[in-house]
């Protein structure tokens, strides 16, 4: 590694020193240059792990366009909690639980917020454009819902144009699968055209080579941290002891191989072989500006899956292919809540681990400007629509997605980081 | 941890004095009292995990009654693997790859078969009465297949009488779906009877409750130790460069949860409570002798599917309730082998990992007293079997059930290691 003190002189001169000192009682304004008033002020302040060139992975926390790296600088300032940044993975941090997490966050807000520790703090800040950003957390378990109304009933009609859209148990139960948790990437990590079998409705048999209806679901995934025991049931209320924050998710699907597949035991290639998420998990703390009522649920649900007000999330979703929006699906339609996924997860006495890993589902809003996924904006492939002035249905090679979020924060909004992949063509 | 020379006094007696030396030429003949002859004989050497009361655990492997130390062991002999015994689980030593696979059998072999190398040896033997046994890996993903033609045809018959038994993708892939990990856990752990939703089928909503209708899965798992990297495909030729060995697997099951769940996204909360292992890990490499023909495959699978002669094994499975044999599964009755679900799982470019397991589904052969399920045993509830004495159907709260397997070894048969678990009542 790099010697800290060289670091400090790479660094020490491209940091402001205008940013004014804070008047008794307001709000902290950060001393970071830039930061203040944008996606990633005080009141963000997502956690990810970095690495210099030729350095070890380490954790870190965003602030404006820069990275705190948070080992030495909690090391510097005594902290507590600063063994839990040693490791190149939030997993240590994620595991001490909601008490650490606060303590952690108003020290953040102390450091990056009061102009007397700049100069003890500045030497741990490395801009962003320096670093390299890895997965930010060792995944445990992967498991995928279905929790939004518009999207499954889309996803009905397509497939079955003359039923009832919805199955009987949606309204019941947020219907869920586990999926890969060992090929879950990283944002910026281009994603292979799978291989595999499928077979078209009119043929007899199967056929093999690479997907031609691959797509993408743009997703919020929820990241544990306090681990429950085998046998123990999580509360819906007991949600945020658990969850630690959320990560932005792009659940890569092969429509063809999945649709072989599938029937009886769910979805398996046609999902596994690449799941991205963002490289920032922002903590639930950064979201309670962005919280709302859940749209309402009809039937009510089984006492086990009650939650009280401001269950969900305003949280807003952009898809972009190849530079152009394609889609603004808002996370605030989502009809199950994530303290829902948790204890319906764990109702049978399933154990959580720190960094398991539970995403929405596809995040569909009623308008067709809402659809998270090409499969639904393109109405199963029969109804292209325009990207750059071509006609598209689903991903080609080179193709790159970019899914982005932003939600309501304490002084304006905030970003959740993006989830970024380039469609690389089938391997020979 | 109790020093070694205290534990090498508190054995030293009870290892027999009488073992012959083997002639030169001869198969060796293990000097470790009771073990030539028994299923655990030099031909086996299963591979766990174990601990003496108030010590940490570690690697060992399992020659007749008792366990080798294999930490004291292989640094005593300067073995070159040595380093890969000192974590308190298999996993570094499955991540070492086929030749150091090999390189340590011989070596086990010599030491075990050899009298000169008794006084050496012996101190690090420990007798199995005295250990407790651990999950003898760190899963990392966790698939469970659906291979065996009886077991599909059976479940099709109990639950679509009128249809065709066989769904039209089963004969062209081994289906197949990710399962929990975190809930892997070694046999004789208690199983506690799960809760969750589930709707009769005359009924108009769910009711939540202990699920009424518990049952197992005898199946065989298959541990990965070298891992593969995301985007390649493993072809069915490299299935022994990448799995290590065999686990007995059971894989319980809420069969009324699973049913009002499963539609689209497949089983989830009927499954992910519990999954049970031995704590035996079997290499393939005693596995040789077991090794058969596939049944036979129509129509002939596509190209990368295909697999040689031998590529089934002969594993005969014992299904204990309550201390009466209810079943015997022949696993050399699977339709799909293990180098194809191997290959299928990765057809897509999905990586593995080290710990990644991944087991067969139901063994299930043509006979009734074939069925490795309870489902099938009762058929679907409709026709119960009798246990000492009494009618059975689904699992009663108190039932033990013991999953046996053997196979034929290089000098007799080898015993596999049992899957044991009790079960427990709902919580309050």
Not at 30 to 35: E, I, L, M, N, Q
Not at 91 to 108: Q, Y
Not at 214 to 230: M, N, Y
Not at 320 to 340: C, D, H, I, K, R
Request: aromatic fraction near 8%; proline fraction near 9%; include cysteine.
């Amino acid at each position: 590694m790099r010697p800290f003190l060289d670091r400090v002189c790479v660094r020490v001169g491209r940091v402001s020193t205008t940013a004014p000192t804070p008047a008794p009682g307001a709000r902290p304004t950060t001393w970071v240059d830039g930061a203040a008033g944008s996606l990633f002020d005080l009141d963000n302040l997502p956690y990810g792990v970095f690495s210099l060139p030729d350095e070890d992975p380490r954790v870190g926390v965003r602030v404006g366009d820069f990275v705190l790296d948070l080992a030495p600088a909690a090391a510097g300032d005594m902290l507590e909690a600063a063994h839990l940044f040693e490791a190149g993975t939030l997993n240590p941090f994620l595991a001490a639980g909601p008490r650490t997490w606060a303590d952690v966050r108003a020290w953040l807000v102390e450091i990056l917020g009061s102009e007397s520790e700049r100069s003890l703090v500045e030497p741990a800040l490395v801009p962003l454009a320096e670093v390299a950003l890895h997965l930010p957390f060792e995944v445990a378990d992967y498991v995928d819902f279905y929790c939004s109304l518009d999207h499954a009933s889309n996803v009905g009609r397509i497939f079955r144009p003359d039923a009832e859209p919805l199955l009987p148990n949606w309204r019941h139960l947020p219907v869920g699968y586990h999926g890969r948790a060992g090929t879950v990437v990283v944002s910026g990590t281009e994603v292979r055209r799978p291989r595999g079998q499928r077979k078209a409705p009119d043929a007899d048999t199967p056929t093999y080579g690479p997907s031609t209806r691959l797509d993408i679901e743009a997703e919020l995934g929820f990241v544990v941290g306090r681990p429950s025991a085998l046998g123990e049931q999580v509360p819906t209320g007991a949600f945020a002891e658990h969850v630690f924050g959320v990560v932005g998710l792009n659940d890569w699907s092969a429509r063809d191989v999945q649709a072989w597949e599938y029937v009886p035991l769910g979805p398996f290639l046609g999902k596994s072989f690449a799941t991205s998420v963002s490289a920032w998990v922002t903590p639930l703390a950064a979201l309670e500006h962005a919280r709302v009522d859940l749209p309402g649920q009809d039937p009510e649900p089984l006492e086990y899956l009650r939650v009280g007000d401001r269950a969900g999330y305003d949280i807003a979703v952009e898809v972009e292919l190849n530079g152009e929006v394609v889609a603004t699906p808002p996370y605030s339609s989502m009809y199950w809540s994530p303290a829902q996924m948790l204890a319906h997860m764990t109702v049978n006495g399933a154990s959580l681990r720190t960094g398991d890993l539970f995403a929405s589902g596809t995040i569909s809003g009623p308008e067709r400007g809402q659809r998270g996924s090409l499969l639904e904006l393109s109405w199963g492939g029969r109804e292209p629509f325009t990207v750059a002035g071509a006609e598209r249905t689903f991903l080609e090679d080179g193709d790159e997605v970019v899914l982005r979020y932003t939600a309501p924060g304490a002084y304006g909004r905030i970003g959740l980081g993006e989830v970024r992949g380039t469609v690389l063509p089938a391997a020979r």
